[in-house]
């Protein structure tokens, strides 16, 4: 079955950095792009970044352009967050979130992990 | 960006009522609206895809309509695991895949 394994959150001061980390298992990861999506504490759900599944094309939202990357290796099966810059507003749980689409980017996540919390505080 | 405003923000039914759900786009997001179940302590599952598609597994009591900007999610007659955060979410203007703020539906 299709699992998403998230690791690395913690507790971080602002400005600081921190490394996600999304192992997947139970389907051919290289076929499929990859989303983080958080939600704050108690709020809904913000998309972050997509990366497709060959990791040529990548997108973010605004709020963390500049400050946060996206990538993959396929050979390893995981999903990667760099997350530098933090500021407060950065608290959240972060998902890793499987599109929909074999072979290209579709927009919608039918597969999620069961997240990890990044903490921004001092 | 395209904002996703959901309605009510909190509805409180007993097992076994029909749910009908809410989301209105700001703009027109043509098919592309997916809807989401969180419980919990738990990650979001997608229930609905393109508006009106069940995603695998999902119980045929869940059904989604609409196009547009106006769209309806419908749960027939809802049994207790029901009972959770719903989310709408459009993939049609992007980037940002953007969602709705969430409605709770609640035991009554």
């Known amino acids: 079955q299709v699992q998403l394994v998230e690791s690395g959150g913690g507790v971080v001061q602002p400005g600081g950095s921190l490394r996600l980390s999304c192992a997947a298992s139970?389907?051919?990861?290289?076929?499929?792009?990859m989303h983080w999506v958080r939600q704050a504490p108690g709020k809904g759900l913000e998309w972050v970044a997509v990366i497709w599944y060959d990791g040529n094309i990548k997108y973010f939202t605004d709020s963390v352009k500049g400050r946060f990357s996206i990538s993959r290796d396929n050979s390893k099966n995981t999903l990667y967050l760099e997350m530098s810059g933090l500021r407060p507003e950065d608290t959240a749980i972060y998902y890793c979130?499987?599109?929909?689409?074999?072979?290209?980017?579709?927009?919608?996540?039918?597969?999620w992990g069961q997240g990890t919390l990044v903490t921004v505080s001092s | 960006e395209i904002v996703l405003t959901q309605s009510p923000a909190t509805l409180s039914l007993s097992p076994g009522e029909r749910a009908t759900l809410f989301c209105r786009a700001s703009q027109s997001v043509g098919s592309y609206l997916a809807w989401y179940q969180q419980k919990p302590g738990q990650a979001p599952r997608l229930l609905i895809y393109?508006?009106?598609n069940r995603a695998t597994g999902i119980p045929a009591r869940f059904s989604g309509s609409g196009s547009g900007t106006d769209f309806t999610l419908t749960i027939s007659s809802l049994e207790p695991e029901d009972f959770a955060v719903y989310f709408c979410?459009?993939?049609?203007?992007?980037?940002?895949?953007?969602f709705g703020q969430g409605t709770n539906l609640e035991i009554k």
């Open positions: 979410q459009q993939r049609s203007n992007w980037p940002p895949y953007t």
């Open positions: 139970g389907f051919s990861f290289i076929g499929y792009g």
């Open positions: 393109d508006a009106s």
């Open positions: 979130a499987r599109d929909r689409m074999v072979w290209g980017v579709i927009g919608d996540f039918d597969y």
